[in-house]
């Protein structure tokens, strides 16, 4: 059964025991709540909003039995998620996506990184320094501008320029290569086949090594995963990640751009349900 009222959308016959749920700007800066089938890869609803009172309704279109069939949902870290998963499917296994935790490290290496910038644009204005060219062109600005890319991937996906502005960027800021290492430490964690037990210890010795390391910023994004860390451990019992959901993202952005010229939202997501369903 599928059922399209305005701007939402619900497709019952979608619905499975292991779910996905993610939020994605659609039209005009609104969010909608998408909820997918991790095994068909199909979306089940696509809902206006991402608060428990605003999906309510469409979330109680799927029958009392299918919600609690549901024994796995994989989410990011929001509350109002976490809200919709305890009321509206409560037998589930609540999995917190792991390349959302990922983010939360990366962005706070990345606060390293402009908290750098920041300081250097103040001096320059002030005076305080001279600009000065590194051996690959770059200019000091430039450089922590530029290192922003290179410090959410993984070595080994680096490109030849980004070797050699990395290599720069570390010589001359340590302290950034410490945390850059820290936060592809977590990354390997999360690579490992490591069963629930060693997965929590890995995970208590990375964030003893954080604490030590004494950068706030890192530190801070461990507080975060501490506080939910039963469920990010529950990726290592089915390796559940938001990787579907994810690239349902991007087929939606590049839905946006074949659909440009539609102006209601009903309509918009009546053609985007035809499209990624």
Known sequence: MTTVASENI????????????DEVCLHKGDFWTILSNANTKKACAIMKGTKVAELGTYLNKFTTKQRLNVT?????MSQSFDWIARTYFPNAEKVI??????????????????KERKIIIQAEREGIILRKTFTNGDTRRQLLARS??????PM????????????????????????????????AWYDKKYSR??????LHEWYKEVEDSGFKALQEAAETIKR??????????????????????SKVKLFKTLVRGITKPEYFIYRLATYIT
């Open 72 to 76: 796995e949902i994989t989410l990011d």
């Open 228 to 249: 939910h860390e039963g469920w990010i451990l529950n990726y290592f019992n089915n390796r559940s990640t938001n990787a579907y959901a994810e690239s349902l993202n």
């Open 148 to 153: 922003r890319g290179l410090l959410y991937k």
């Open 156 to 187: 080994k996906r680096w490109t030849n320029t980004q070797k050699e502005r990395a290599e720069i960027l570390f010589q001359e800021y340590p302290h950034i290569q410490k945390a850059y290492l820290l936060s592809q430490k977590l990354k």
């Open 97 to 114: 996506d792991r390349f959302h935790v990922q983010r939360v490290v990366y962005d706070a290496v990345q606060e390293m990184r402009v």
């Open 197 to 202: 037990e060693i997965a929590e210890k890995r």
């Open 10 to 21: 619900v497709i019952t016959k979608n619905m499975g025991t292991r779910l996905k749920i």
